[in-house]
T-cell receptor, first 113, second 111 residues
Framework: KAGVTQTPRYLIKTRGQQVTLSCSPISGHRSVSWYQQTPGQGLQFLFEYFSETQRNKGNFPGRFSGRQFSNSRSEMNVSTLELGDSALYLC????????????FGEGSRLTVL | GIQVEQSPPDLILQEGANSTLRCNFSDSVNNLQWFHQNPWGQLINLFYIPSGTKQNGRLSATTVATERYSLLYISSSQTTDSGVYFCAAPISGGGADGLTFGKGTHLIIQP
């Protein structure tokens, strides 16, 4: 069974640009969660999608958004990038809930210049 | 929300040694997970352990929910065990609203 796939793995953007990251969950998993990892703040929950609906949201500004498609694939978007958005963005899938057993992808490492 | 604290923050051991990593949480939780982050950044799920003890090869974990802590044991350490170990619990303790992670234990196994 294929694992969680995230694309792109690495990307560099400049301040003010926007970025879209993609996540394909494990087949059959309907819950997709996104996390941001930075050296200063550690791992922080961004949001969770289930059946194309955002079910939970962490404490991030509205510049961070996401969506989920009917095949459970998910995208997250960050608009008007800031230097502080440089981070590893991790996607996790779960058969049920955002706090169930999570399986993570390899992450997308974003650098904002 | 729940606060998760891990200790020690750093641990350096020789190959073959045993280690115990601790995770304390500030309130009741309905589940607790342990992850290993490899050098490429991927988080690997080690244990989903709301309570009791589980074992998987050289690794085992115990969660004592009533005393709000969990332990991860690594026996006969190998260099491939190096990396950062995280524990995580539901943000609200008993809900399904995402996980809050500890700051991790950075483990280095020297040959």
């Amino acid at each position: 069974k294929a694992g969680v796939t995230q694309t792109p793995r690495y990307l560099i953007k400049t301040r003010g640009q926007q970025v879209t990251l993609s996540c394909s969950p494990i087949s059959g998993h309907r819950s997709v969660s996104w996390y941001q990892q930075t050296p200063g703040q550690g791992l922080q929950f961004l949001f969770e999608y289930f059946s194309e609906t955002q079910r939970n949201k962490g404490n991030f500004p509205g510049r961070f958004s996401g969506r989920q498609f009917s095949n459970s694939r998910s995208e997250m978007n960050v608009s008007t990038l800031e230097l502080g958005d440089s981070a590893l963005y991790l996607c996790a899938s779960s058969p049920g809930t955002a706090t169930g057993e999570l399986f993570f992808g390899e992450g997308s490492r974003l650098t904002v210049l | 929300g729940i606060q998760v604290e891990q200790s020690p923050p750093d641990l350096i051991l020789q190959e073959g040694a045993n280690s115990t990593l601790r995770c304390n949480f500030s309130d009741s939780v309905n589940n607790l997970q342990w992850f290993h982050q490899n050098p490429w950044g991927q988080l690997i799920n080690l244990f989903y352990i709301p309570s009791g003890t589980k074992q998987n090869g050289r690794l085992s974990a115990t969660t004592v929910a009533t005393e709000r802590y969990s332990l991860l044991y690594i026996s006969s350490s190998q260099t491939t065990d190096s990396g950062v170990y995280f524990c995580a619990a539901p943000i609200s303790g008993g809900g399904a609203d995402g996980l809050t992670f500890g700051k991790g234990t950075h483990l280095i196994i020297q040959p």
